[in-house]
C-alpha cells in the first residue's frame, strides 16, 4: 500500500502559481498511475489530474490549461503545478494512485484569495 506525503500547498492570490509536490513510499511506485485530487469545505472529494505509468496525463475541465501533471520516478514522487490559480481552486489536495486506494495522506491546503 503507498504511503502519501503531500507538501508545497499555502496562501496565494487569484492569478498566481503554487507547485505541490507528493511523495510515497511502501510499494512499488513506477507502474502505479497517479492523481491529485481535492477537497473543498462542504463538498465532495473530486479529481484533478493523473498521469500514467509512462506519463500520459488527463485534467479535470476546470484545470485544464492552467495545472500541470509530472511525475519523477527515480524520486518516487508526483508534482503538481498550478497556475492562474482561482478562488474556486482553494481546497486541501491530495495524492493518490489512480484510481485512488483507500490510505490518502495528510494533503495540502490550497487557499486562493482576491
Known amino acids: 500500500q503507498l504511503l502519501l506525503v503531500e507538501s508545497g500547498g499555502g496562501l496565494v492570490q487569484t492569478g498566481g502559481s503554487l507547485r505541490l509536490s507528493c511523495v510515497a513510499s511502501?510499494?512499488?511506485?513506477?507502474?502505479?498511475?497517479m492523481g491529485w485530487f481535492r477537497q473543498a469545505p462542504g463538498k465532495e472529494r473530486e479529481f484533478v489530474a493523473a498521469?500514467?505509468?509512462?506519463?500520459?496525463?488527463q485534467y479535470a475541465d476546470s484545470v485544464k490549461g492552467r495545472f500541470i501533471i509530472a511525475r519523477d520516478n527515480a524520486k518516487q514522487s508526483v508534482s503538481l503545478q498550478m497556475n492562474s490559480l482561482r478562488l474556486e481552486d482553494t481546497a486541501v489536495y491530495y495524492c493518490?494512485?489512480?484510481?485512488?486506494?483507500?490510505?490518502w495522506g495528510q494533503g495540502t491546503q490550497v487557499t486562493v484569495s482576491s
Open positions: 498521469i500514467t505509468w509512462n506519463s500520459d496525463t
Open positions: 493518490n494512485s489512480h484510481p485512488p486506494g483507500s490510505n
Open positions: 511502501g510499494r512499488t511506485f513506477v507502474n502505479v498511475d
